[in-house]
């Protein structure tokens, strides 16, 4: 299934969905585009057929470079930005980082701003040697406001944020990586083909065990300790209630490949 709207491609194909940021040149964020991700979204989460979401930006030179600065002189003053950009935007990027599948950015050039903070909602981040990475709001009198500083923060460690955001300067390929901002770099031109070969892997995986898997480590950020634990030993059960629990366990003592059936 392939859907085309002004502002982004979605594709799905053997268990995988593939949005395509597409503003050219550039694919920056802009109030249509947030529109569309919203509506987009929430069908490809329910989706029996989708086990996997890859985001991407169409084109080599960006994945995104960040907010339409031209919308922002209509949102200048106080009580403006919030209601007219950033309750919106960050209910979308929200979607995105609670989707309850797998999800993997491959950033192709340079990633800024909201388009770093959009990267930073998915599971993975697959970047190329030249890829730079950046949240240079600071250099227009602001910061970034659509999660980044609690989702860069929570990947790199507050230090190393500050960093980021208060001198608006960006990093490369190689440092992002030590940082533990992105988990893979690729060959330039490669981000998309090596973020698929990571999405099909998944598909592949028992999918009710990936999702109550990661309900589980987002309980880690959400609650004490000792409640995490307690939550996690509730999906612990539920998963050992599926029809791909008991295949894999049959699988394990028979010595064969287990055949998920994701259920």
């Known amino acids: 299934m392939t859907e085309v709207s002004k502002q982004i491609e979605c ?10 940021l597409n503003n050219p040149p550039l694919n920056v964020v802009t109030l249509g585009m947030s529109r569309e991700l919203d509506r987009v979204l ?3 989460a329910v989706d029996s057929d989708v086990r996997v979401l890859i985001l991407t930006g169409k084109g080599e030179r960006a994945f995104c470079a960040g907010s339409d600065i031209s919308e922002f002189p209509k949102m200048l ?3 403006k930005i919030v209601p007219m950009k950033l309750d919106f935007e960050n ?4 979607q995105v980082a609670k989707f309850p599948k797998p999800t993997i950015a491959a950033v192709s050039g340079l990633a800024y ?6 990267a930073v909602c998915c599971d993975f981040i697959v970047i190329e040697e030249t890829t730079r990475l950046g949240l240079p709001e600071i ?7 659509s999660g980044g500083t609690v989702r860069v923060t929570r990947r790199i460690g507050a230090s190393r944020a500050k960093e980021m955001m208060f001198y608006g300067e960006p990093i490369d390929a190689p440092t992002a990586l030590l940082w533990g901002l992105v ?14 070969a990571m999405a099909r892997g998944l598909a592949d995986q028992p999918n009710l065990a990936l999702q109550l898997c990661k309900a589980a480590i987002a309980l880690s950020y959400e609650l004490p300790e000792d409640e995490a634990i307690r939550r996690t030993m509730d999906l612990s059960d539920s998963v050992f209630d599926t029809e791909d629990c008991r295949e894999g ?15």
């Open 11 to 20: 594709n799905v194909a053997e268990g995988v969905a593939t949005i395509t």
């Open 42 to 44: 929430p069908a490809l």
């Open 77 to 79: 003053g106080r009580g």
């Open 91 to 94: 209910r979308v990027y929200g």
């Open 113 to 118: 701003g909201g388009g770093l903070e959009l």
């Open 139 to 145: 250099k227009l009198g602001v910061f970034p406001g």
């Open 183 to 196: 988990n893979r770099v690729v060959p330039v031109g490669q981000s998309r083909d090596a973020a698929l």
């Open 249 to 263: 366990v049959r699988a394990f003592f028979a010595k064969e490949k287990p055949r998920f059936r994701h259920r």
